[in-house]
């Protein structure tokens, strides 16, 4: 098992930066990739970046060069720098992680909002 506990979020006006991070517990052994989601207001989940083992990433079209993902001894803390937001980047934004076992475990979300 693994315990996916998120912090950070908030409201933002547009244009500004907010910064989410994610700390993982359990069988962190077990993992090989994380990264994050995000949900918009009435959409379905949507890939935001991943994050693999061995360092490799990739990001979703509608964020690259305005978001990015760092790991603090990698797969104990995960962040997710957000800069330059947009009212589209509005949502719960979820950090997950999968195992070799290919089991996925979620974070409890965090809500952005990006308003003025």
């Known amino acids: 098992q693994v315990q996916l506990v998120e912090s950070g979020g908030g409201l933002v006006q547009p244009g500004g930066s907010l910064r989410l991070s994610c700390a993982s517990s359990?069988?962190?052994?077990?993992?090989?990739?994380m990264g994050w989601y995000h949900q918009a207001p009435g959409k379905q989940r949507e890939l935001v970046v991943t994050?693999?083992?061995?360092?490799?990433?990739n990001y979703a079209d509608s964020v690259k060069g305005r978001f990015t993902v760092s790991s603090d001894n990698f797969k104990r803390t995960l962040s997710l720098q957000m800069n330059s937001l947009r009212s589209e980047d509005t949502g719960v934004y979820y950090c997950?992680?999968?195992?070799?076992?290919?089991?996925?475990?979620w974070g409890q979300g965090s809500q952005v909002t990006v308003s003025s």
């Open positions: 997950y992680a999968t195992t070799f076992a290919r089991n996925i475990y």
């Open positions: 359990g069988s962190i052994a077990t993992i090989d990739a």
């Open positions: 994050i693999t083992a061995d360092g490799r990433t």
